[in-house]
């Protein structure tokens, strides 16, 4: 089973840090112009911003997956419980503890939900009725993909291929998680579930949670700390608490002012970077 933490302090250790960070594709094109950021043990952080932004990028800097995209770290570092891991593969990160959801909800379409699963837990060598012990959680949480075990992946819904792909990552039995865009594609009330789920997650397992996400609303609502990027930068960062009630966060990202609900095409992007650079 996995270890039961409490939640985490409001004061609780860095467990993975980005130093000035620098990415470039192709050796060619800058995609992230020096992000710094702090993730929290037992926290859940949230990565902001529109498309294009950067934030799926700093996802795979971290897991290793950039050299899939003829991506590479060019500058700065990034630690992990001390350890300097730019040039770890991804599979050695996995057994560190930190492993990837990919966005689009990656799946191996021709295999079952609970094959699915099973794959994640390939590294591991504690037994198989650990193994077995850890899917019958994995389905406390997705009692939905019990009942879909025996079907083929590919023909499962957006929502239940979402849960397939967190729940074969649980199988690693990871210490940090980070999720890529995991409300993209889903109606409002699968998000829902899956963010409580991430909650719970996090609460009762200790799970550490690194996730990017477009939806802000839904996203500050569930973390704990938060990073809006944009063109490659970190522009603000803070609290959840804070970001929400940031007049320039409720402007451009939730869509409210003093006036109402706004439009991003009621706003010139000039005035926005004007405000945050100063």
């Given at each position: 089973?996995?270890?039961?933490?409490?939640?985490a302090?409001?004061?609780?250790?860095?467990?993975l840090q980005?130093?000035?960070?620098?990415?470039?594709?192709?050796?060619?094109?800058l995609?992230?112009?020096?992000?710094?950021?702090?993730?929290?043990?037992?926290?859940?952080?949230?990565?902001?911003?529109?498309?294009?932004?950067?934030?799926?990028t700093?996802?795979?800097?971290?897991?290793?997956l950039?050299?899939?995209e003829?991506?590479?770290?060019?500058?700065?570092?990034?630690?992990?419980?001390?350890?300097?891991?730019?040039a770890?593969?991804?599979?050695?990160l996995?057994?560190?503890g930190?492993?990837?959801?990919m966005?689009?909800?990656?799946?191996f379409?021709?295999?079952?939900?609970?094959?699915?699963?099973?794959?994640?837990?390939?590294?591991?060598?504690?037994?198989?009725?650990?193994?077995?012990?850890?899917?019958?959680?994995?389905?406390?949480?997705?009692?939905r993909?019990?009942?879909?075990?025996?079907?083929?992946?590919?023909?499962?819904?957006?929502?239940?291929?979402?849960?397939t792909?967190?729940?074969?990552?649980?199988?690693?039995?990871p210490?940090?998680?980070?999720?890529?865009?995991?409300?993209?594609?889903?109606?409002?009330?699968?998000?829902?579930?899956?963010?409580e789920?991430?909650?719970?997650?996090n609460?009762?397992?200790?799970?550490?949670?690194?996730?990017?996400?477009?939806?802000?609303?839904?996203?500050l609502?569930?973390?704990?700390t938060?990073?809006?990027?944009?063109?490659?930068?970190?522009?603000m960062?803070?609290?959840?608490?804070?970001?929400?009630?940031?007049?320039?966060?409720?402007e451009f990202?939730?869509?409210?002012?003093?006036?109402?609900?706004?439009?991003?095409?009621?706003?010139?992007?000039?005035?926005?970077?004007?405000?945050?650079?100063?």
């Amino acid at each position: 089973m996995f270890d039961t933490l409490p939640e985490a302090p409001t004061k609780a250790e860095t467990l993975l840090q980005l130093n000035n960070i620098e990415v470039i594709y192709n050796h060619v094109i800058l995609v992230l112009k020096g992000v710094s950021l702090k993730v929290p043990k037992g926290g859940i952080t949230a990565l902001l911003g529109g498309n294009g932004a950067g934030k799926s990028t700093t996802l795979k800097a971290v897991s290793g997956l950039l050299a899939s995209e003829r991506g590479d770290i060019t500058k700065g570092s990034i630690t992990y419980r001390g350890d300097v891991v730019n040039a770890w593969n991804p599979s050695d990160l996995v057994k560190k503890g930190v492993i990837q959801v990919m966005e689009g909800r990656h799946c191996f379409e021709h295999l079952t939900v609970e094959e699915n699963l099973l794959t994640g837990a390939y590294t591991r060598r504690d037994g198989r009725t650990s193994i077995a012990d850890d899917l019958e959680l994995v389905y406390t949480y997705f009692p939905r993909l019990k009942e879909r075990r025996k079907s083929q992946a590919g023909y499962t819904s957006g929502g239940e291929q979402q849960m397939t792909a967190i729940g074969r990552a649980l199988m690693s039995r990871p210490e940090t998680i980070l999720l890529d865009e995991p409300s993209m594609g889903l109606a409002p009330q699968l998000v829902e579930q899956i963010f409580e789920i991430v909650k719970r997650l996090n609460e009762e397992q200790g799970v550490t949670f690194l996730l990017a996400e477009q939806n802000t609303n839904v996203a500050l609502r569930f973390a704990h700390t938060g990073y809006i990027l944009e063109s490659g930068r970190v522009v603000m960062e803070g609290s959840a608490d804070a970001l929400r009630e940031n007049p320039d966060v409720k402007e451009f990202y939730l869509g409210l002012s003093d006036k109402g609900r706004r439009s991003f095409r009621d706003v010139r992007s000039y005035r926005r970077r004007k405000r945050w650079l100063a």
